[in-house]
């Protein structure tokens, strides 16, 4: 079967419609699943490490955040791609546990890249030692918008934007199960983005999230229905 353009004059390509785009990207996942496949019939190793037994990876987990002026509880929500591109929102609390940490809480959602798992898979650069690739591959860059509640006032009351990195541990080396995040960033107030002026941590301030998290790798088709894991 011809995927994309392959084969087809420039003109013609130009006129493919977004059915044949989602067949294409429907066409790679599937090739990207059989080559581990093959690899797990054949017996040798396949170092996704259980990231490719699905489409998506939901992550679900909870921590703390070292903040200005002390520390705030965190929970966190992370839906990934193949493990490469995904969304991810964040609650921090620092009342709940009688901190004075400024702001008080702030919402953040966003979308976060993880460029190198994809790229050293296929080209064959795994190393086979699995926390390592693991720990590796969870290099991300994130972007969002957050939500921030200063002290006195409402919740969600300031808006703002969030720029950061995100490194993640597994403790028992497989893509499912229990890992330790570490996120850590600069977080700038709509305030502060429009005037320059930094006047306190509400309008400027790092953070460094710790989590607890369990990440589970499930088969969604959200690409196409009609694609399934090798089993």
Known sequence: MRWGCEGLPRHECRGIKAPA????????LTAVLGMAGVAR???????????LQGDLTLAAGLGGVVAARGGRAEGELRVRYLETAGLFATYEDGALVGSAAEPTRVLTTGLELR???LARWLTGQETRRARFDLVLDSLGLELGA??????????A????????????????????????????????SDTALASGVVSSADDRSGFLAITLAWHQVVVTHVVDEGDEAPR
């Open 21 to 28: 785009k989602a067949r294409l990207a429907a066409g790679c």
């Open 41 to 51: 019939a054949q017996g040798r190793p396949e170092p996704s490490y259980g990231r």
């Open 115 to 117: 460029p190198l798992f």
């Open 146 to 155: 957050t939500f921030a509640q200063p002290a006195g006032t409402s919740f």
């Open 157 to 188: 009351s300031r808006a703002g934007l969030q720029a950061g990195l995100g490194l993640e541990v597994p403790i028992i080396a497989q893509a499912s199960g229990p890992w330790l995040g570490f996120h850590a960033g600069v977080r700038w």
